[in-house]
Structures are given as C-alpha cells and as structure tokens.
C-alpha cells in the first residue's frame, strides 16, 4: 500500500475463494467461447479474428482479476507472497499471470495456433459444413485459451494461498502459520 492510501488492505483468498473463482471464470469462458463460435459461424471474413482478439482482450484480464493476480493486485502484495507468484507464474512458462495483456500478446498467442486459426478462416468459404466446422473450431480455440488462463491463474493463486496458510516453517497452529518455531516448545 503507498502512503497517502486510504484503500484497506483486503484478505488473501481463502483455498475455497479459489476454488469458487475457478469454476465462475470457467463458465464465464465457455459462455465468450460460444459467442467467439457463434461470430465464426457467420461468412464476413475477419470478423471472427477481431471478435477474438476482442474476447481475450477483455476475458484474460476479467480472469487475473478474480484472482487477483493483475499487475496492480501483485503490487499490493507482501514481498513474501510476490516471491510465490512469481515463483509459481514462472514455473508455467508461456502464461498470462501477473502481466498487462496487450493485443500483441494476444496475436503471438493466436499465431501460436495459426494452422488452427488459418483453418477456422478458411473452411468459413465452404457452404454450410464449412461455417460449422469453423464454428467449432473457433469454440474449441477460445475455450482452450480461456481455460489455460483459469487454470494457470488457480495454480498461482493456490500456491500463494497454500503458502500462506502453511507459512515458511510450514508450521500452522489453529490457521495461523507461525515463521518461527520455538526451540523450547519443540
């Protein structure tokens, strides 16, 4: 917190905060994969890329922020749990975690899977069966994306909450983990 704040500090989530944000942000990617298969079914050409960078423009950061896990929200860390998430987000490779999401890392991404994107383009030419399958791929291809975010946004999240429940020592006595351990209790 900087000074001059008046902003409260709020509690960590809890492991059961996780575990209700993960299965509210998989069904909030399964609902935009939908309407990303819905906009590739219709036969404008690119259309479907620009609904799909769109989508994650604004999915992908909805996500880190439920789980507070945004640039800002990591800021307002202790140094402690920042170790952990960054420790944890470094361990998952290519991942969104703790970053500002650009449209330049949404294309990277989208490149990443380009045969899969060229694909969803072109069948969209072929009558009927073309539009589906693009519709479906377009789906599949968003949900993915989306799911890998939650997914590794809940891995995070855990590890940071797993680390302050359990603490440094990994000594935890009614909830409240200790740093250091007495001797003379031992």
Do not use: N
Not at 2 to 25: D, K
Not at 32 to 46: I, K, N, T
Not at 101 to 125: D, N, P, W, Y
Not at 159 to 171: H, W
């Amino acid at each position: 917190m900087t000074m001059g704040s008046t902003e409260p500090l709020r509690e960590p989530l809890t492991i059961a905060e996780i575990e209700a944000i993960r299965v509210y942000c998989r069904r909030q990617v399964t609902q935009r994969a939908a309407f990303s298969g819905a906009v590739a079914a219709l036969p404008l050409p690119m259309l479907d890329a620009a609904a799909d960078l769109g989508i994650l423009m604004r999915l992908l950061p909805k996500i880190s922020a439920e789980f507070e896990l945004r640039p800002e929200d990591i800021a307002k860390q202790d140094p402690e749990s920042r170790a952990v998430i960054y420790t944890a987000a470094k361990t998952l490779g290519d991942s969104f975690v703790g970053k500002i999401v650009t449209k330049r890392m949404i294309a990277g991404i989208l490149a990443k899977l380009g045969t899969r994107v060229a694909g969803k383009s072109f069948a969209k030419f072929a009558p009927v069966v073309g539009q589906v399958a693009s519709a479906s791929l377009s789906f599949a291809l968003m949900r993915h994306i989306g799911l890998k975010h939650v997914e590794d946004c809940y891995a995070v999240a855990r590890a940071r909450a797993e680390a302050r429940l359990f603490g440094v020592e990994g000594v935890v006595i009614d909830g409240v983990a200790l740093r250091h351990v007495d001797q003379a209790t031992s």
